[in-house]
């Protein structure tokens, strides 16, 4: 499905141990929107949901619903630290086109069905 580098498992760590609640794990998804078709969404989960698939990372989960699988099949997630700041990145296989934001993407079924339009 899904993999995290060492860096991203560190941070996804430090994050979880900081909640005040429980936390299931982080819930990676894609959603319909941004500006090539396809966003990505992160957020800490309260609990896993029937049908989810579940990567265990040195203890820490990442949670897909059956949905958003498809889209991130083979993506990778890593964390990176730079002069213009710090934060989670992607990369996905199944993009063939993605914004200059890096936040939202296309995949060549997308692009078919749109008549290979080009979009901004």
């Given at each position: 499905m899904l993999t995290l580098t060492d860096a991203a498992t560190r941070k996804l760590t430090e994050i979880i141990e900081q909640q005040p609640?429980?936390?299931?794990g982080l819930r990676v998804f894609v959603q319909k929107g941004g500006c090539s078709g396809y966003s990505y969404g992160m957020s800490l989960a309260p609990q896993v949901e029937?049908?989810?698939w579940v990567g265990d990372f040195g203890g820490t989960k990442v949670l897909v619903d059956p949905q958003s699988a498809p889209?991130?099949?083979g993506v990778r997630i890593?964390?990176?630290?730079?002069?213009?700041?710090?934060?989670?990145?992607?990369?996905?296989?199944?993009?063939?086109?993605s914004c200059g934001?890096?936040?939202?993407f296309e995949t060549a079924e997308a692009?078919?069905?749109?008549?290979?339009?080009e979009r901004a």
């Open positions: 609640e429980p936390v299931a029937e049908g989810d889209l991130l099949q890593d964390f990176v630290e730079s002069l213009q700041g710090a934060g989670f990145a992607i990369s996905n296989p199944n993009a063939v086109r934001c890096g936040s939202s692009s078919e069905a749109a008549g290979g339009e």
